[in-house]
Nanobody
Framework: VQLQASGGGSVQAGGSLKLSCPAS???????????MAWYRQAPGKQRELVAA???????NYSDTVKGRFTISRDNAKKTLYLQMDSLEPEDTGVYYC?????????WGRGTLVTVSS
């Protein structure tokens, strides 16, 4: 199962973007119990965890995005989201979604976010 993240683009610092990651090919009963996360990879750097969401609703954010980004899920649509506000040039990178559940660990094709100063 290949996921496809979307919603990236080019924005100026202070702007907002909302990323989406539909997981229509993952059955609902697995989706609702899965751990979900967004990662990003900046140019020349390793991939890092940005935000994570577990089935019980608990969230975890990187210190660099805490208070600015919000991870959420829509179980009915089987879609993962990342609302990104107050974007900074340091947020530039390719963003990947990840769904880790009983049927496997799935990654999405990345979506590029570019934030200019």
């Amino acid at each position: 199962v290949q996921l496809q993240a979307s919603g990236g683009g080019s924005v100026q610092a202070g702007g907002s973007l909302k990323l989406s990651c539909p997981a229509s090919r993952i059955i609902t009963s697995v989706f609702v119990k899965s751990r979900m996360a967004w990662y990003r990879q900046a140019p020349g750097k390793q991939r890092e965890l940005v935000a994570a969401l577990v089935s019980g609703g608990s969230t975890n954010y990187s210190d660099t995005v805490k208070g600015r980004f919000t991870i959420s899920r829509d179980n009915a649509k089987k879609t993962l989201y990342l609302q990104m506000d107050s974007l900074e040039p340091e947020d530039t990178g390719v963003y990947y979604c990840n769904v880790d559940g009983a049927s496997g660990n799935y990654w999405g094709r990345g979506t590029l976010v570019t934030v200019s100063s």
